[in-house]
Each structure stands twice: as structure tokens, then as C-alpha cells.
């Protein structure tokens, strides 16, 4: 069991430019999750996808943020135009619960915005 | 919504001791509560659950308390080591299709040997 892969592990960009996140779920998980960690904020749901379809995004921050799934076995987080704010590490899970409750984090991603 | 509240902030024990974490939440049709384990550059692990059908769940040293009643749930490890330290965080959700979790927001547990 490889479990959750994230790319990059690590992101240092100026602000503006585009990011993309990358997540490889582990397989036979029919729910994917991207949170995003912070000292002030804590860990924050930004989005989460039963059967690769988009089930709640009431915490993406905005329009600059956007998810898709294309299939079961990956996923993209992107941000257009990056700010500093932004900064953050950003966490995929996965689960086969089917709900809204994440079993397997990857390692994440540490995005910093200069 | 949800709202978990997650004490104490921070925690140091000696090795070999026990350590408490508690955690309390607002809605009552909440019937899930994992608990995760985040070491330093690691993305948090899920280490122990139990839901609302279960009044404690115990996993070698570690184990899970719920009192529905209060609507508070406790972490318990027992005989600490210092790879056991790292940040704890409780969650709580509906186990539906559309139950998110909520978390807390962490303990940091340091065993000192």
C-alpha cells in the first residue's frame, strides 16, 4: 500500500503565478479530501469528492481556487492568480467510508508565496 | 455546524506516564470521532475512532472514551514514549454521505524521557 501521494512536496512561486496541486488516492478509496493547514487557521476542509464528484467545496477561499478529479486515481488542486496568503501546506486524504471523514492523509504539500 | 473543542493546548509528560486529551463538541447528531496523530512534516494519521453506539475502545495503549450525555470524548495513552509525542487531533462528524468532520484544533504532547 503506497497511500496517499502528493506532488510537489515542496512549492516556492511568486505571486500571481500558477499552482497546481497533485494527489494519487489510495486505491479502491471512493473518497478524496484537500485541506489546507495554517498556525492561525488549524486544518480546514477546502473540498471533498465521493466517486469523483465535488460534494462540498463551502470551504474553497475563493474563485482564484479550483478541484477537479478526472478519475478514481487522481486529482488536481489549483490556484490562479497565487497570493502570499496562500501559503500554507495543503493536505490530500483519502477514505472508503464513503462520507465526509478522511482515513489516509498524504504527506502534503508545502507552498510557500513569495 | 459542527464545533470541537480540543484541551489542552499543550501537553508534557514524563516517560512512562499517562496522557489525557479531551475534546468536547456542540451537535448531538455527531456519531463519529476519530483521532489523528501528526509528527513534524508528516500529514496526520488516523490512529483510533469510535462511534456513538460505543462507550470506550481500546487499541494496545491507547483508548478512546465517549460520553454522548456531555457530548465529550477523550484520548487516553497509557505508559507514554517519546516517539508518542507529536500533535493530536480530535474530530467529529455525522457518518452520512454529507457528515464532513470537524477537527479540533490539536494538542502537541511531548514525553520527555
Known amino acids: 500500500d503506497a497511500g496517499v501521494i502528493q506532488s510537489p512536496r515542496h512549492e516556492v512561486t511568486e505571486m500571481g503565478q500558477e499552482v497546481t496541486l497533485r494527489c494519487k488516492p489510495i486505491?479502491?478509496?471512493?473518497?478524496l479530501f484537500w485541506y489546507r493547514q495554517t498556525m492561525m487557521r488549524g486544518l480546514e476542509l477546502l473540498i471533498y469528492?465521493?466517486?469523483?464528484?465535488?460534494?462540498?467545496d463551502s470551504g474553497m477561499p475563493e474563485d482564484r481556487f479550483s478541484a477537479k478529479m478526472p478519475n478514481a486515481s487522481f486529482s488536481t488542486l489549483k490556484i490562479q492568480p497565487s497570493e502570499p496568503r496562500d501559503s500554507a501546506v495543503y493536505f490530500c486524504?483519502?477514505?472508503?467510508?464513503?462520507?465526509?471523514?478522511?482515513?489516509?492523509f498524504g504527506d502534503g504539500t508545502r507552498l510557500s508565496i513569495l | 455546524g459542527e464545533n470541537v473543542e480540543q484541551h489542552p493546548s499543550t501537553l508534557s509528560v514524563q516517560e512512562g506516564d499517562s496522557a489525557v486529551i479531551k475534546c468536547t463538541y456542540s451537535?448531538?447528531?455527531?456519531?463519529?470521532f476519530p483521532w489523528y496523530k501528526q509528527e513534524l512534516g508528516k500529514g496526520p494519521q488516523l490512529i483510533i475512532d469510535i462511534r456513538s453506539n460505543v462507550g470506550e475502545k481500546k487499541d494496545q495503549r491507547i483508548a478512546v472514551t465517549l460520553n454522548k450525555t456531555a457530548k465529550h470524548f477523550s484520548l487516553h495513552i497509557t505508559e507514554t514514549q517519546p516517539e508518542d509525542s507529536a500533535v493530536y487531533f480530535c474530530?467529529?462528524?455525522?457518518?452520512?454521505?454529507?457528515?464532513?468532520?470537524?477537527f479540533g484544533d490539536g494538542t502537541t504532547l511531548t514525553v520527555k524521557p
Open positions: 474530530a467529529a462528524s455525522k457518518s452520512t454521505n454529507a457528515g464532513k468532520s470537524t
Open positions: 486524504a483519502s477514505s472508503s467510508m464513503g462520507g465526509g471523514q478522511p482515513q489516509h
Open positions: 486505491s479502491g478509496h471512493n473518497s
Open positions: 469528492f465521493n466517486n469523483n464528484v465535488p460534494i462540498d
Open positions: 451537535d448531538s447528531a455527531s456519531n463519529y
